[in-house]
């Protein structure tokens, strides 16, 4: 698949636990003949993991046609610790597309200060394609690994054809292994989220949503604009905007965020970057394009992986997520491979793509994405188009921009229904959005876009560098965030909040 360095997986997850995945599947349940049937059901709460609750929601497959079937979606939730006082749920999803929302919740503890959860139930779902929601499957493992080490970058038509080529495969097999491929959309899963508050006795939906889950939340909010409870949506991908523009401004975000680290990097003794701007850039672009020819070699004897182009380019982009930690592991990273090996870049690509240490990935989210992207922002460009708009790409962004200037590939092999579109709503209630201002993966752009969607939204910024805002430990942002949720009360307006 040509989009294989794909920077719109674009997820605020914490990973410091992730869930075994079992897999639900697709069924006729007699039980729903109507969309109320599904309305009125009850959730069966079970104990799992310990100190958690799972259940399953069942959801029509096609909402245009009811007796299609049933998807069944998994639902986890941390219950609140101080019951007397409850407020009620607070569903999230950290991104993706493709991430899951039950690892998600499941990390509650850390994602969240202590009052939120004495006050509410933590509630994650796995959206409809999504881990264990009817999981996507496509390649196995060992495609999935193979082809995120693989050339991301066609340099001629040869390499181009051999993509297209190779895209086309992973499409027929996402076909010839899933049924009712095209019901993944995000529209579907924010329909499904409102049956969810339902069936959690909810009036209002209380939800947060980092980046792609900002989408899945303004689609949300467009479809049901009265449900809504105390919403923040954190570090936006929503603009109803040509594909050509979104991985235009991406790309340029991932840019200017290498470009702030490379700023602060040559100003410590540690770096090993050349003490000049451009020369450093050209000193980091010229150890990914030495390594399409000549991967790293890897020091830890238990590996026997090489480093190729594409895993140094996946691992410096894991690292520009988040400055406070991902930073200085670049910096790392960049000292091993002046010196001729990978171990760092390595670990900071399996940790975007979630790849085990056994070969094994701890989610589907490869597959998952390609599809629902396809879903949620069809494109009609021709083939040839694309390839020429991929030139305007990697103008725009000389360092990431030819890496994914082709993201929109997949989409031309597989016949999507017309996307659904964030409308310009007014919502019952103001909904809080936070941009931060250096986000290399939703520009602070998306997030002001966003807000104009949504006349009856407030922006908060944070100015500052990585993905997303809550939960990076700038008090200003998590303080916002906790008062909001606690009272409904909303921080000045036009608040900045510094690093």
Same mark, same amino acid.
């Given at each position: 698949?040509?989009?294989?360095?794909?920077?719109?997986?674009?997820?605020?997850?914490?990973?410091?636990?992730?869930?075994?995945?079992?897999?639900?599947?697709?069924?006729?349940?007699?039980?729903?003949?109507?969309?109320?049937?599904?309305?009125?059901?009850?959730?069966?709460?079970?104990?799992?993991?310990?100190?958690?609750?799972?259940?399953?929601?069942?959801?029509?497959?096609?909402?245009?046609?009811?007796?299609?079937?049933?998807?069944?979606?998994?639902?986890?939730?941390?219950?609140? $610790?101080?019951?007397? /006082?409850?407020?009620?749920?607070?569903?999230? /999803?950290?991104?993706?597309?493709?991430?899951?929302?039950?690892?998600?919740?499941?990390?509650?503890?850390?994602?969240?200060?202590?009052?939120?959860?004495?006050?509410?139930?933590?509630?994650?779902?796995?959206?409809?394609?999504?881990?264990?929601?009817?999981?996507?499957?496509?390649?196995?493992? @060992?495609?999935?690994?193979?082809?995120?080490?693989?050339?991301?970058?066609?340099? /001629?038509?040869?390499?181009?054809?051999?993509?297209?080529?190779?895209?086309?495969?992973?499409?027929?097999?996402?076909?010839?292994?899933?049924?009712?491929?095209?019901?993944?959309?995000?529209?579907?899963?924010?329909?499904?989220?409102?049956?969810?508050?339902?069936?959690?006795?909810?009036?209002?939906?209380?939800?947060?949503?980092?980046?792609?889950?900002?989408?899945?939340?303004?689609?949300? @909010?467009?479809?049901?604009?009265?449900?809504?409870?105390?919403?923040?949506?954190?570090?936006?991908?929503?603009?109803?905007?040509?594909?050509?523009?979104?991985?235009?401004? #991406?790309?340029?975000?991932?840019?200017?965020?290498? $470009?702030?680290?490379?700023?602060?990097?040559?100003?410590?003794?540690?770096?090993?970057?050349?003490?000049?701007?451009?020369?450093?850039?050209?000193?980091?672009?010229?150890?990914?394009?030495?390594?399409?020819?000549?991967?790293?070699?890897?020091?830890?004897?238990?590996?026997?992986?090489?480093?190729?182009?594409?895993?140094?380019?996946?691992?410096?982009?894991?690292?520009?997520?988040?400055?406070?930690?991902?930073?200085?592991?670049?910096?790392?990273?960049?000292? %091993?491979?002046?010196?001729?090996?990978?171990?760092?870049?390595? %670990?900071?690509?399996?940790?975007?793509?979630?790849? #085990?240490?056994?070969?094994?990935?701890?989610?589907?989210?490869?597959?998952?994405?390609?599809?629902?992207?396809?879903?949620?922002?069809?494109?009609?460009?021709?083939?040839? $188009?694309? $390839?020429?708009?991929?030139?305007?790409?990697?103008?725009?962004?000389?360092?990431?921009?030819?890496?994914?200037?082709?993201?929109?590939?997949?989409?031309?092999?597989?016949?999507?229904?017309?996307?659904?579109?964030?409308?310009?709503?007014?919502?019952?209630?103001?909904?809080?959005?936070?941009?931060?201002?250096?986000?290399? @993966?939703?520009?602070?752009?998306?997030?002001?876009?966003?807000?104009?969607?949504?006349?009856?939204? #407030?922006?908060?910024?944070?100015?500052?560098?990585?993905?997303?805002?809550?939960?990076?430990?700038?008090?200003?942002?998590?303080?916002?965030?906790?008062?909001?949720?606690?009272?409904?009360?909303?921080?000045?307006?036009?608040?900045?909040?510094?690093?």
């Amino acid at each position: 698949m040509s989009n294989k360095v794909r920077l719109f997986a674009i997820t605020a997850v914490i990973g410091a636990f992730v869930l075994s995945m079992l897999g639900y599947t697709a069924s006729n349940n007699s039980d729903y003949n109507n969309l109320d049937d599904y309305y009125t059901q009850e959730l069966t709460w079970s104990t799992c993991y310990d100190n958690f609750e799972c259940a399953e929601l069942a959801v029509p497959i096609d909402y245009e046609k009811i007796s299609t079937g049933t998807f069944q979606i998994s639902v986890l939730r941390y219950a609140a $610790q101080d019951p007397q /006082n409850r407020i009620g749920s607070l569903v999230i /999803n950290p991104g993706g597309p493709g991430a899951s929302g039950v690892d998600y919740a499941y990390n509650a503890e850390y994602i969240f200060d202590p009052e939120l959860t004495d006050r509410f139930d933590i509630v994650g779902f796995d959206p409809r394609g999504v881990a264990r929601s009817a999981p996507i499957t496509c390649f196995n493992d @060992a495609e999935t690994d193979a082809n995120y080490s693989s050339d991301s970058k066609p340099d /001629n038509e040869a390499e181009f054809q051999s993509a297209l080529a190779e895209t086309k495969k992973f499409v027929e097999k996402c076909l010839n292994k899933n049924e009712h491929l095209t019901s993944f959309s995000t529209a579907n899963a924010a329909r499904d989220m409102d049956i969810l508050r339902e069936a959690l006795g909810e009036e209002k939906l209380h939800y947060m949503g980092k980046s792609y889950g900002t989408y899945m939340g303004a689609l949300y @909010a467009s479809l049901f604009p009265n449900n809504i409870g105390r919403m923040i949506l954190g570090g936006a991908r929503v603009l109803n905007i040509y594909n050509l523009e979104q991985t235009k401004t #991406q790309a340029v975000g991932f840019d200017n965020a290498l $470009q702030a680290f490379i700023a602060e990097c040559i100003t410590q003794s540690s770096c090993p970057l050349p003490r000049d701007q451009k020369l450093a850039t050209e000193k980091v672009l010229s150890l990914w394009q030495s390594a399409a020819t000549n991967p790293l070699p890897v020091k830890n004897k238990d590996e026997k992986r090489t480093v190729s182009e594409s895993l140094l380019v996946l691992g410096t982009a894991s690292a520009l997520y988040d400055s406070y930690e991902g930073w200085p592991e670049l910096g790392q990273a960049l000292k %091993e491979a002046v010196a001729g090996y990978g171990d760092t870049y390595l %670990e900071l690509a399996d940790m975007y793509s979630g790849r #085990q240490e056994d070969g094994t990935f701890a989610s589907n989210e490869f597959d998952s994405g390609a599809i629902i992207d396809c879903l949620d922002f069809g494109d009609d460009r021709s083939i040839r $188009q694309l $390839q020429r708009d991929s030139a305007a790409i990697s103008a725009a962004a000389p360092v990431f921009g030819p890496y994914i200037a082709l993201s929109g590939l997949t989409c031309k092999f597989l016949t999507t229904p017309p996307a659904v579109q964030v409308a310009k709503t007014k919502t019952n209630a103001t909904i809080m959005i936070i941009g931060t201002t250096g986000d290399p @993966a939703t520009p602070y752009a998306w997030a002001k876009g966003l807000s104009r969607l949504l006349p009856n939204s #407030q922006l908060l910024t944070y100015v500052g560098d990585g993905h997303t805002a809550q939960g990076r430990g700038n008090a200003c942002i998590d303080d916002a965030v906790d008062a909001f949720y606690l009272t409904g009360k909303l921080p000045a307006k036009d608040l900045r909040c510094t690093e």
